[in-house]
C-alpha cells in the first residue's frame, strides 16, 4: 500500500501538500490524508487528481451540497443583515434555476452595495457546475469533458466562497467530509 507521500508524488501534488503529506509520517495512507486535510482546496484537488471519472460522478451530489452549504455561509458570514438576506435569496433562486437573469443579479449586488460580489461569483460557478452536469446527457458531448468542467466549476464556487481565509477553508473541509467521510478511490 502506498504512503500518502507517495501519493502525493504519484499524483503530482504541490510542495506545500507534498510537505504536509511528508508531515503524515510514513505509515499514513490517503485514506488517512483525506481524513486529516484541513483545506477544502486541497480536498478538491485530491478528487480531481486522484479519482476516476467514474468515482467523481458517483460523488457529485455530494460535492454539489458541501459548495451549496459554503456558500450560503459565507454569504451569511460577510454580508450585512438585509444584503445577506437578498444575496442569499438570488442566490437560491440562482442555483435552482427559477431565475438567472442579469437583472436579478444586478439587484442583489447593488442592494448589497457590491459588498457580496465575491459569493455571486460563487454563486454562479455553482451555478454552471449544474448546468454542465445537467448536460451530461448531451450528444456528441464525453462523459469524461463535462465531469472536468464540473469539477473546475465546483473548485471555482469553493475558492471564491473566501478560500484565503483559513477558518473557512477548515470549514469547507469539513462540509466534505461531512458528505464524503472517507476517500471514494483507491488507496
Same mark, same amino acid.
Not at 438570488?90 to 434555476?97: D, I, K, N, Q, V
Given at each position: 500500500?502506498?504512503?500518502?507521500?507517495?501519493?502525493?508524488?504519484?499524483?503530482?501534488?504541490?510542495?506545500?501538500?507534498?510537505?504536509?503529506?511528508?508531515?503524515?509520517?510514513?505509515?499514513?495512507?490517503?485514506?488517512?490524508?483525506?481524513?486529516?486535510?484541513?483545506?477544502?482546496?486541497?480536498?478538491?484537488?485530491?478528487?480531481?487528481n486522484g479519482l476516476t471519472r467514474g468515482e467523481q460522478q458517483a460523488i457529485l451530489p455530494a460535492l454539489f451540497r458541501a459548495t451549496d452549504v459554503s456558500v450560503d455561509r459565507v454569504v451569511r458570514a460577510y454580508c450585512s443583515g438585509h444584503s445577506s438576506i437578498l %444575496?442569499? +435569496?438570488?442566490?437560491?433562486?440562482? *442555483? /435552482?434555476?427559477?431565475?438567472?437573469?442579469?437583472? =436579478?443579479?444586478?439587484t442583489a449586488l447593488s442592494k448589497a452595495n457590491g459588498e457580496a460580489l465575491w459569493a455571486v461569483r460563487a454563486a454562479e460557478a455553482r451555478a454552471d457546475a449544474a448546468r454542465v452536469a445537467w448536460e451530461l446527457r448531451a450528444p456528441g458531448r464525453s462523459a469524461a469533458e463535462?465531469?472536468?468542467? %464540473?469539477? +473546475?466549476?465546483?473548485?471555482?464556487? *469553493? /475558492?471564491?466562497?473566501?478560500?484565503?481565509?483559513? =477558518?473557512e477553508s477548515l470549514q469547507q473541509a469539513s462540509d466534505i467530509r461531512r458528505e464524503i467521510s472517507t476517500w471514494p478511490g483507491e488507496i
Open positions: 500500500m502506498r504512503s500518502a507521500f507517495q501519493w502525493g508524488i504519484d499524483h503530482f501534488s504541490c510542495s506545500s501538500a507534498l510537505v504536509w503529506r511528508e508531515s503524515l509520517g510514513a505509515d499514513a495512507t490517503q485514506a488517512d490524508a483525506w481524513l486529516l486535510c484541513e483545506r477544502g482546496d486541497w480536498l478538491m484537488w485530491q478528487i480531481v %444575496v442569499s +435569496v438570488w442566490a437560491r433562486r440562482w *442555483l /435552482s434555476g427559477e431565475n438567472r437573469s442579469v437583472v =436579478a443579479a444586478a463535462f465531469m472536468e468542467l %464540473v469539477l +473546475v466549476k465546483l473548485t471555482e464556487a *469553493l /475558492s471564491d466562497a473566501r478560500l484565503a481565509d483559513a =477558518a
